[in-house]
Nanobody, 124 residues
Framework: VQLQASGGGLVQAGGSLRLSCAAS????????IGWFRQAPGKGREGVSC????????YYADSVKGRFTISRDNAKNTAYLQMNSLKPEDTAVYYC??????????????????WGQGTQVTVSS
């Protein structure tokens, strides 16, 4: 059971990146997917979440209107499209998954499976 996050990199402020979260060893169909980020010296922050069906999405206020979460169950992959990036978006981004129903999507403790993280750096 493995999640692989990819797509990070260095981008100028105002630019875009698309992160991918690919699952192997299990099918994502029945799992909610969350994206989290952790900047140096800070705690892990919930960025976005998408339900197993894709019918419900959630965003932190700090990224609402700029980031879009999606999933392609046929490809066993979830995505985080990040537009209008700001220097304060700089962090290691992690994807996570869990099959349970939970209320607090933004809490890292709700997720049982985690990817290894991908670095996003936004220069000013």
């Amino acid at each position: 059971v493995q999640l692989q996050a990819s797509g990070g990199g260095l981008v100028q402020a105002g630019g875009s990146l698309r992160l991918s979260c690919a699952a192997s060893g299990f099918t994502l169909d029945y799992y909610a997917i969350g994206w989290f980020r952790q900047a140096p010296g800070k705690g892990r922050e919930g960025v976005s979440c998408i339900s197993s069906s894709g019918g419900s999405t959630y965003y932190a206020d700090s990224v609402k209107g700029r980031f879009t979460i999606s999933r392609d169950n046929a490809k066993n992959t979830a995505y985080l499209q990040m537009n209008s990036l700001k220097p304060e978006d700089t962090a290691v981004y992690y994807c996570a998954a869990d099959s349970r129903m939970f209320a607090n999507w933004y809490m890292s403790s709700e997720y049982g499976y985690w990817g290894q993280g991908t670095q996003v750096t936004v220069s000013s």
